[in-house]
Nanobody
Framework: EVQLVESGGGLVQAGESLRLSCAVSGFSVDDYAIAWFRQAPGKERAGVSCINYSDVSTYYADFVKGRFTISSDNAKNTVYLQMNSLKPEDTAVYYC??????????????????WGQGTQVTVSS
């Protein structure tokens, strides 16, 4: 059974950091692109970052470049999103997703077939 489980969300103040984890089971993170998306109330789900070990590609949305870092621990079959210098506009539910695609293209929802349940990130000003 394919499963992705996010953790690490919470409430922080602007400027602080959080690290999100996406624990994967049922397949290897080596074989798929793993992306982080976020969805704020009233907004569409947007791609934040992506990592693909097999084609050595990564992606960062412009609004997180220089602040967020994606990484994977293949031994733990887990992908992380380190989020630094958080801003109130980063407040959203964050989802990880797996897809058979490359991170050389912008992550889009239809390209990802397996999703986690989401974790809430709230940044206060």
């Amino acid at each position: 059974e394919v499963q992705l489980v996010e953790s690490g969300g919470g409430l922080v103040q602007a400027g602080e950091s959080l690290r999100l984890s996406c624990a994967v089971s049922g397949f290897s993170v080596d074989d798929y692109a793993i992306a982080w998306f976020r969805q704020a109330p009233g907004k569409e789900r947007a791609g934040v970052s992506c990592i693909n070990y097999s084609d050595v590609s990564t992606y960062y949305a412009d609004f997180v470049k220089g602040r967020f870092t994606i990484s994977s621990d293949n031994a733990k079959n887990t992908v992380y999103l380190q989020m630094n210098s958080l801003k109130p506009e980063d407040t959203a539910v964050y989802y990880c997703a797996a897809g058979f695609t490359s991170c050389t293209v912008v992550p889009r929802v239809p390209l990802y077939g397996s999703w986690g349940q989401g974790t809430q990130v709230t940044v206060s000003s």
